[in-house]
């Protein structure tokens, strides 16, 4: 598959915004749709958004978080952006992006790699 990898995660007070990026490691991801999920232990993995090449014609979000979460693609620079805003607490997790998104659960840890940590006080 190929392999994703994110950044841009971080410690923010409640309300607070981040941006998450998401990028190809030594491949391109093309026209994959791609897509975010989030896992903290103790809650399931949740699918919040994905998004195919073409934008808009290919977009999801889980309830959970439309309103204020987006995302986005470049293109051009090959990278997926998840812009998340008006955070609380129960927003904190381990976010992680993947190619084809598949369902919850699927693959190993290596499948998912380190994902970044989005910390909210």
């Known amino acids: 598959h190929v392999q994703l990898v994110e950044s841009g995660g971080g410690s923010v007070q409640a309300g607070g915004s981040l941006i998450l990026s998401c990028t190809a490691s030594?491949?391109?991801?093309?026209?994959?749709?791609v897509g975010w999920y989030r896992q903290a232990p103790g809650n399931e993995c949740e699918m919040l958004a994905f998004?195919?090449?073409?934008?808009?014609?290919?977009?999801y979000y889980a309830d959970s978080v439309k309103g204020r979460f987006t995302i986005s693609r470049d293109n051009a620079r090959e990278t997926v952006y998840l812009q998340m805003t008006s955070l609380q607490s129960e927003d904190t997790a381990t976010y992680y992006c993947?190619?084809?998104?598949?369902?919850?659960?699927?693959?190993?840890?290596?499948?998912w790699g380190q994902g970044t940590q989005v910390t909210v006080s």
């Open positions: 993947l190619a084809d998104p598949p369902p919850c659960g699927y693959g190993t840890s290596n499948y």
């Open positions: 030594g491949s391109s991801f093309g026209d994959s749709v």
């Open positions: 998004i195919g090449r073409e934008g808009t014609r290919n977009l």
